[in-house]
């Protein structure tokens, strides 16, 4: 645990960056990873009383809830002379944004609907429209389709969060965000990898323990699926509270594109276990915002649980976020030079699956291929 991160959830994000016009945003010199469905906001924190602004890609976006609950989401910078949306306030009844400025409106597709300062007010008027961006609101998440195409690839849905409001059948769920000083990929890779659980999370999470561990790692066309072979692993605290039975593990870490990582630990035949499933939304090139959806069966174990998991969660998390900004820190003053081991198979397969679709999936595919590795922890 390290007592200076100190984790809070602003509600805006400072982009710490000139308005230079000439330097393209994020989202225009990320190809085909816009292409996707990124989490905007958690669905708790959009409600009708206040916009709320979240940056996806260096893309200021302004979100708002009408009376009905739907979601609407707007470039946050009024057609007029760009103020942010955001400072301005919901009309409820209209179910449109008031610019905090000169007042104008603009409804959930963006279309300029009042201009007070002209004296009309209808649909449609001028070319005073701003961008607005299909929402999909499932499993307490705010999804928001970033791709350039306006028209959101089918094949592409919001990644489902697995055993999301399942109390009945034993599961609890929470949420929590945490803005990372890294970059998506170096933070998936962080997620999903095992090696640093013995260094970083010493005593809280796993360690050391001198054992050789089998793995199979498959990389697919848009996803990395790991299984480690290895029962008898120890998970800091699963061996004294979660698993006192001492019930065989099961453990996979998944990737699923484009920054979507899901780990499960198992106990028995799933009759105890936790799922974290981490979605990153890339803020900035070195700025990220993980959302962590916890989903958790201890038995009994549950009903207390909601008073000390996040807590415990968060704590490790913090060790993640020192290590990262660590990393991006050398990263910033010099760009990568990485040596690999076996274990960081996942993290080439990561890395080439991005790549591949960061560079508009110009050149060589990566192949689909399984890989059997060993390493030790
Ligand atoms: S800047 Fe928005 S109404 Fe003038
Ligand atoms: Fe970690």
Redesign the pocket.
Known sequence: MNAEVSVTQPKRISLNQTSDSRIEPLRKRSGLLAEYWYVGAMGRDVTNAKPVSTVVMETRIVLWRSKAGTVSALRDRCAHRNTMLSEGYVNNKKNCIVCPYHGWEFDEEGDCTKVPSENWEGKKRNNRSIESFPVIEKDGLIWLWMGLEKTPDPEKTPFKLPYYNQEKEGWGNFQIINDFENEVTNLVE??M?VP??VI??SGW?RNRAHKKVKTTMERTDNSVLVTYHQTDDVIGFAERVVNPKKLPLFHTDNFYMPNNTRVDYGFGDNERGFVIVSTSTPISDMKTRVYTSISYKLGLLNFGAKSWLPWYVQN?IN??LVITRNQAQSLREEPANYKSTPADTLHVFIESLRKWEEGGRKGRQPRAMTKEIEFWI
């Open positions: 962080n997620f990898d640093h659980t970083v999370h999470f490790i060790q993640d």
